[in-house]
């Protein structure tokens, strides 16, 4: 709230000398009139002070002070409309004795919308005002940028999401999983199951999930994790198994909010628990967003330490439970987007480096604004105004955006089924963050169909590390990792008693849109027959020299020799049908024998390797296309028999 003139006037004992009258110009019983309103408004008399500062402006309209005085009141009692009146009067009667009325006025209209007005009276004032106040140049780079917005607004076509998922409550806070089917909101209950009203309003968790007729009518998530006790301002993790949220007040709780989290298991959320020190301090800690990976929490938090009012930090995962919960550790403020004022919602893209957040301190059309700030490497570059119409100078917040980086959820009250309501749009290509695609596949044995829960690491073939792993559910051994475009991938899995199992992510092309992989991966057990391809093992072109990008796969097999040891297998290489048969079938032979030598090389004895070239003779596609050729240029990888004595 802005400094009160009546404060100023209380302190300084200042008359209306000064004020564009002098004192023999007074009259005494309106000034005895005056200093009695100001002892009211001092004891909390307001009505009684505003009755006097009328009856001083009925007797003398030129009295400023009166005028300001009931601008100070209307403004503490959010009458925006009775406080601009008295200041532009109050102004019309001396514009030079008191400067920050032009402020003041200014700041109004800039709450109001009308920002070419407040620069109007922004300049007014500096060039009225000796020391101009600091939230005046602020305000005044806002309305600037305000002005400018509204002149040049961005491509914004809001969509309600429907009935099915709004209501006449209120439905906010939107997350998504990274299929996008699959929307868990927070909506605000005032009634009861037979319409009686709540005697409190009641916070719970619904979800709705989408399939071709549509998004399916929300469901409440239920117990454990919806309770007696308000939940809200949550996120849903990229694979949809784990949800982090907010809850106040609670026995285990270390402050007025602290972060909660469930697992999904078996179909079915665990009991919330605590994510505990040092996310979670005595301060307020709120509005969670996790990382497709799963590596970094964002969320809001008043605590200590910070830059201003409300600040965005950051927690680093440090470590895996045996159980498979997450621990959250290394948290940190992110100084480059926070402010002296308020940062709050933050909500971190699956690409891993674009944040949206909302500011009520970084220019902006008024109330909190929606921001944009992309780690490319070196830190969090300078937030971005999302435009207008965006933002308006309404509050704004609580921006999500899907995988593809093209559609964009966010809660409103303009019009819909009632209340706040959530509602989609299509951001502008300029606000995007990198398009985003993931991998979605079911583990299970190849001869039972039953499903496996073995580990599936994403490798960076480039660096040969691991960028991310998980465990698909043991119920149906479903498992999701988001990948973000640029870089090329392999996905390997193992499991003992079985096959491991390879595939090859190229992403490292142009990627303008999502594309997922969707994967049926049967593991076979490691018996005479069973095959696997080594879809990670790379020559150079029309060559058998195995490319560096190769070094994970290779190590792969190198594992499963060593932990299989009293197996013969056989390294097959295979061609497409470019080329004369002759040479295919040299070429062939010379990449088997190449991966042979590799794995001799790391200690695999070379008995119990066999390496034979198939040329194009094996094909497992359409030679006609290039992607049925690139199948058919493969090197597999089969059991021969097993070693009956030890050599």
């Known amino acids: 709230m802005r400094p009160l003139f009546f404060i100023v006037f209380l302190i300084l004992n200042i008359s209306f000398s000064g004020f564009g009258q002098t004192v023999n110009d007074v009259n005494p019983r309106l000034q005895r009139v005056f200093d009695e309103a100001k002892m009211q408004f001092q004891q909390g008399k307001t009505n009684e002070a505003i009755d006097n500062l009328q009856h001083v402006l009925r007797m003398d309209s030129h009295f400023a002070l009166a005028h300001f005085a009931l601008a100070d009141i209307y403004h503490w009692k ?290 909190k604004d929606l921001f944009v700030s992309r780690n490319e490497g070196n830190g969090f570059s300078v937030p971005e105004n999302l435009g207008f119409p965006i933002n308006t100078r309404e509050d704004d917040d609580g921006l999500i955006v899907d995988v593809t980086g093209r559609n964009a959820y966010f809660a409103s009250s303009r019009e819909g089924y009632g209340g706040k309501d959530i509602f989609h749009f299509i951001l502008p290509d300029e606000l995007r963050p990198d398009a985003v695609s993931y991998v979605a596949g079911k583990v299970f044995d190849a001869k039972t169909l039953k499903p496996l829960a073995p580990v599936v690491q994403i490798i960076d073939l480039k660096a040969d590390s691991v960028y991310e792993q998980t465990k698909p559910d043991v119920l149906d051994g479903h498992f999701l990792l988001c990948l973000p475009a640029g870089r090329d991938y392999g996905l390997n899995i193992e499991e003992t008693g079985y096959l491991f199992y390879s595939e090859h992510i190229d992403l490292l092309q142009s990627y303008g849109k999502s594309k997922p992989y969707q994967l049926e991966i049967a593991l076979q057990p490691v018996e005479p027959g069973s095959v696997t391809t080594l879809r990670n093992v790379f020559f150079d072109t029309d060559s058998a020299t195995l490319k560096s990008t190769s070094l994970s796969q290779l190590n792969q097999v190198v594992t499963f020799m060593q932990k299989n040891q009293k197996w013969i297998v056989e390294i097959g290489g295979h061609t497409d049908n470019t080329g004369t048969e002759a040479h295919n079938l040299e070429l062939s032979k010379q990449r088997a024998q190449a991966v042979v030598q590799f794995l001799e090389n790391n200690g695999i004895p070379a008995w119990r390797l066999v390496a034979k070239g198939y040329g194009a003779t094996q094909p497992v596609a359409d030679n006609k296309t290039e992607t049925g050729r690139a199948s058919n240029r493969r090197t597999e990888f089969r059991i021969l028999k097993q070693v009956v004595s030890d050599r």
């Open 78 to 367: 959010k009458a925006k409309d009775l406080e601009e009146t008295h200041l532009r009067a109050g102004l019309a009667t001396d514009s030079v004795s008191y400067p920050q009325g032009f402020y003041f006025l200014a700041l109004l209209q800039y709450q109001k919308g009308v920002y070419d007005t407040a620069l109007v009276n922004l300049k007014c004032y500096f060039r009225l005002s000796p020391k101009p106040e600091n939230d005046a140049t602020r305000l005044l780079h806002a309305a600037e940028f305000a002005s400018i917005a509204v002149e040049h607004p961005v491509p914004f076509h809001p969509d309600n999401l429907g009935p099915s998922v709004n209501t006449s409550e209120n439905e906010y806070w939107p997350s998504l999983n990274a299929e996008a089917n699959q929307l868990v909101f927070t909506r605000l209950v005032t009634t009861d199951s037979t319409g009686q009203p709540l005697r409190f309003p009641q916070e719970d968790f619904y979800v709705s999930h989408l399939d071709s007729t549509g998004w399916s009518v929300a469901q409440s998530l239920g117990k454990p994790v919806n309770t007696s006790e308000n939940e809200g301002a949550q996120c849903i993790s990229a694979n949809g198994n784990l949800l982090f949220f907010t809850a106040c007040n609670r026995k285990d709780g270390y402050g007025s909010c602290d972060i909660y989290f469930t697992v999904k298991r078996n179909g079915k959320w665990m009991k919330p628990l605590n994510l505990m020190s040092p996310v979670n301090t005595s301060g307020w800690e709120s509005q969670p967003s996790v990382s497709a990976d799963g590596r970094y929490l964002y969320f809001a938090s008043n605590r200590k330490g910070g830059k201003g009012k409300m600040d965005i930090w950051r927690a680093e995962r440090t470590s895996i439970t045996p159980s498979g919960l997450p621990v959250y550790g290394k948290v940190i403020n992110l100084e480059a987007v926070n402010t002296p004022g308020n940062e709050s919602s933050p909500f971190i893209h699956a690409d891993g480096k674009t944040l949206y957040f909302a500011s009520d301190y970084w220019p902006g059309l008024g109330g």
